[in-house]
């Protein structure tokens, strides 16, 4: 005894060290040392069971007053810790300290605070699954924005039970295998292993009589039929979140969302280009030489009117400030454009070919637009 080392330098801590100081450097040597860690290692096996007593008079205020005092007598003298000048069992120091391996090893303390929830609120809530969908929409209802009817299964609270999972007038009843804690540990040697509980399947808590609708599951499932808002403005691939529309939790826990990815099929007449709505109008080629005004008719169906200006170059773009699509984040519409083209006909009558080449001989037959442009020249007409 009288070559025991100061339980202070044992710990590595100064005598004025507060319980927290001591506490933390316990544990930090029981990780470095513990047995788990060192199979077969005597000496660590040595530096676990010092430190073990070092704690165990030091984190007790009177013993460590005892000790502070009369030293390594002190504490004996009060009954202090069992055994430790003799061989000692392992599996006692695991009894004795069981609270601070379980809070270092994360097994003990855990389920301890599982049953003490457990045996006030029942069997904890689990949140519901999202669910997810999707449809498919045209582009003018994109612009228009439209309701979209959508049939799926889900579940749901079950009915009979409220939720509960259980028959009327009766109860759950924690599990007496684990205790509440959903699982049990079993120690073999230095080791200590963890399993679920076979007998309440990691619940907690069994149910004796169980609801006869849902058999105990608290939920049931369901086809239903639901008709979100697809927002005007709304793009290819987006996706819509409907809040509490997917899986009903179990015990009563939060539903979860049913996300719903919207497909927009393309439009003949009409594309979206960021938020403006694009089209081509075919014109003929008198329409381009001398303007023209025109009315056509949006992708809503609306009447726009638009001015086709004298010597419209084919390819110009005819702006309508505010007629596209609505941006989904700050509301602002985008713009409708109008792209012209030249309309050229395959089939011409006698008389409108004989009129069309008497036109291109009083024009000419090379064209020159500043001195970048390219000169064009033909010989005949190949009609």
Do not use: W
């Not at 660590?44 to 007598?73: C, I, N, P, W």
């Not at 009915?159 to 509960?164: L, N, Q, R, V």
């Not at 003929?284 to 030489?289: D, E, F, H």
């Amino acid at each position: 005894m009288a070559n025991k080392q100061d339980y202070y330098e044992v710990l590595g801590v100064a005598k004025s060290a507060s319980e927290q100081d001591i506490k933390a450097a316990y544990r930090k040597l029981a990780l470095k040392f513990h047995p788990d860690r060192n199979p077969g290692n005597k000496e660590a096996e040595e530096k676990f069971k010092e430190a073990t007593e070092a704690y165990e008079v030091l984190s007790d205020q009177e013993k460590r007053k005892m000790y502070d005092q009369f030293g390594h007598a002190g504490p004996q003298g009060m009954g202090g810790f069992q055994g430790y000048g003799q061989d000692v069992n392992m599996e006692d120091i695991f009894g004795q300290f069981g609270d601070i391996f379980g809070s270092i090893f994360g097994q003990e303390g855990k389920a301890k605070q599982q049953r003490a929830k457990r045996k006030n609120t029942g069997p904890l809530p689990k949140q519901g699954h999202d669910l997810y969908k999707e449809i498919t929409i045209s582009l003018q209802e994109a612009y228009t924005g439209v309701k979209k009817e959508i049939g799926y299964y889900h579940f749901v609270p079950c009915p009979g039970c409220d939720g509960k999972g259980l028959k009327k007038d009766t109860s759950y009843q924690l599990c007496t295998a684990c205790q509440g804690a959903g699982e049990q540990h079993f120690r073999q040697g230095f080791f200590t292993f963890a399993q679920t509980c076979g007998t309440c399947s990691g619940e907690g808590f069994t149910i004796p009589s169980p609801c006869t609708i849902c058999n105990g599951q608290s939920r049931v499932q369901k086809f239903e039929k639901i008709m979100p808002t697809v927002p005007k403005g709304i793009f290819d691939g987006a996706e819509l979140r409907v809040a509490k529309a997917g899986d009903a939790g179990v015990f009563g826990g939060q539903a979860g969302a049913l996300f719903i990815k919207v497909n927009v099929t393309p439009d003949k007449r009409f594309k979206r280009v960021d938020d403006n709505l694009e089209s081509i109008v075919m014109l003929t080629y008198p329409q381009l030489v001398f303007g023209a005004q025109l009315e056509i008719e949006n992708i809503d169906g609306t009447k726009e009117s638009i001015k086709i200006p004298k010597g419209c170059p084919v390819g110009h773009r005819i702006v309508m400030s505010g007629k596209g699509f609505t941006n989904l984040s700050t509301k602002r519409n985008g713009d409708l454009v109008i792209i012209a083209q030249c309309h050229i006909p395959t089939k011409l009558s006698a008389e409108s070919s004989e009129l069309l080449k008497k036109y291109s001989e009083l024009i000419g037959t090379t064209t020159t637009d500043g001195e970048s442009s390219i000169k064009g020249f033909f010989k005949k007409f190949l009609g």
